[in-house]
Structure formats: structure tokens, C-alpha cells
């Protein structure tokens, strides 16, 4: 139970894919408090396992604004099971410090999980909310993939990531968002 270090963009174990969890052990729930206690200190919406450097799939939202009470959700082994329309938003993550820029997402997910006992369960998000776009955010880190690998426009985001002394789009990196943009053409 600590806050740890944040991950920053250009470490390699954000772009490294994250293993199941096999047993809701001791571990994986003190693995839980210290992503809730690390996204709380940072004021984050959610934060992934890679970014405190652990290859394992789990990550926590929360989404409750500040005069609400805190909403902790946690997700280990997440598979996003349904998704559709399409949302254009500007995003950021606790390992780019301070930048931001336009990404595409699905606007409705549906995800399938097991919170911190074990136990499964089935979230639905709509209409391009914020707890939407976390979780497809979070899933993303489990799979080794960042934001900006969704950005709308890759030489504007470069531009960002520049002002904050942080490496460029990486090209190869780029996610086939085809889908989300036949959405967008509707
Ligand atoms: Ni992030």
C-alpha cells in the first residue's frame, strides 16, 4: 500500500504486453491498493499496472467528480466484450505529464472483469462518457498500447509531446482505428 512511481513515456515496460492474472492473491490486491493509492495522489481518472511497472493485467478508475464521493472500480483480467459508435476527445495519462491531445475511441463499451475479490463482473459505458474512454484508455496500457497511438493527428501530437520534452508518435505504434473511423463518416 504506496504511492509509486509513475512510468514516464519512453520506458520501455509501458510498451511491453501484461500477463494474466491466474489468482486474486495477497499480491494482486496489494498491487490494487497501490494503483488506487498512486492514481489518488496524482489526481488521475485511472491508472494501469504497467505504468507502476507491473506486467500484469489490472487497472482502476474512478471517475466521481470532486465534490462526489471517491468510486474506485477495479478491473483484472478485462476483455472489452461489445463496441460501437465513435467519440473524438482530447485525453492525457499520468505518464505524459501535462500533455494532451485529440484521440479517437468507441463511444460504448461494454467490459467483462474481475474486481479485487475475484469475482466477475459485466460494465456497460456509453454515449462517449468519461468512464468510456478511461477503460478503453486503461485496457490499452495492458496491451502495451498508449493514447497517442490513437491520436487524430500525429504531427500536432508530436508538436505536444515536444513541448514537454517527450519522444514522438512512434509510427510503427499506430493503432488501426479504421472501425472508429467508419463510425466517425457516419
Ligand atoms: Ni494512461
Same mark, same amino acid.
Given at each position: /500500500?504506496?504511492?509509486?512511481? !509513475?512510468?514516464?513515456?519512453?520506458?520501455?515496460?509501458?510498451?511491453?504486453?501484461? @500477463?494474466? !492474472?491466474?489468482?486474486?492473491?495477497?499480491?494482486?490486491?496489494?498491487?490494487?491498493?497501490?494503483?488506487?493509492?498512486? +492514481?489518488?495522489?496524482?489526481?488521475?481518472?485511472? /491508472? $494501469?499496472?504497467?505504468?507502476?511497472?507491473?506486467?500484469?493485467?489490472?487497472?482502476? !478508475?474512478?471517475?466521481?467528480?470532486?465534490?462526489?464521493?471517491? #468510486?474506485?472500480?477495479?478491473?483484472?483480467?478485462?476483455?472489452?466484450? @461489445?463496441?460501437?459508435?465513435?467519440?473524438?476527445?482530447?485525453?492525457?495519462?499520468?505518464?505524459?505529464?501535462? $500533455?494532451?491531445?485529440?484521440?479517437?475511441?468507441? $463511444?460504448?463499451? +461494454?467490459? @467483462?472483469?474481475? &474486481?479485487?475479490?475475484?469475482?466477475?463482473? !459485466?460494465?456497460?459505458?456509453? &454515449?462517449?462518457?468519461?468512464? $468510456?474512454?478511461?477503460?478503453?484508455?486503461?485496457?490499452?496500457?495492458?496491451?502495451?498500447?498508449?493514447?497517442? &497511438?490513437?491520436?487524430? #493527428?500525429?504531427?500536432?501530437?508530436?508538436?505536444?509531446?515536444?513541448?514537454?520534452?517527450?519522444?514522438?508518435?512512434?509510427?510503427? /505504434?499506430?493503432?488501426?482505428?479504421?472501425?472508429?473511423? @467508419?463510425?466517425?463518416?457516419?
Amino acid at each position: /500500500m504506496a504511492v509509486k512511481r !509513475v512510468l514516464q513515456y519512453g520506458e520501455k515496460t509501458l510498451r511491453e504486453p501484461s @500477463k494474466e !492474472v491466474h489468482k486474486v492473491s495477497r499480491k494482486i490486491q496489494e498491487l490494487v491498493q497501490d494503483l488506487l493509492d498512486t +492514481m489518488y495522489a496524482k489526481n488521475g481518472v485511472g /491508472m $494501469a499496472a504497467p505504468q507502476i511497472g507491473v506486467n500484469y493485467r489490472v487497472f482502476v !478508475v474512478d471517475v466521481s467528480k470532486n465534490d462526489e464521493p471517491l #468510486n474506485p472500480i477495479v478491473f483484472i483480467n478485462p476483455k472489452i466484450i @461489445k463496441k460501437s459508435g465513435a467519440y473524438v476527445g482530447q485525453e492525457g495519462c499520468i505518464s505524459f505529464p501535462e $500533455a494532451y491531445t485529440d484521440v479517437k475511441r468507441y $463511444a460504448n463499451v +461494454m467490459v @467483462k472483469a474481475l &474486481d479485487r475479490h475475484g469475482r466477475p463482473f !459485466v460494465l456497460e459505458a456509453k &454515449d462517449g462518457e468519461l468512464l $468510456a474512454r478511461a477503460i478503453q484508455h486503461e485496457n490499452d496500457h495492458l496491451d502495451g498500447i498508449l493514447f497517442i &497511438d490513437h491520436c487524430v #493527428n500525429r504531427f500536432e501530437t508530436d508538436q505536444i509531446l515536444a513541448k514537454h520534452n517527450l519522444p514522438p508518435v512512434d509510427p510503427d /505504434m499506430l493503432a488501426d482505428d479504421s472501425e472508429i473511423e @467508419k463510425e466517425l463518416s457516419k
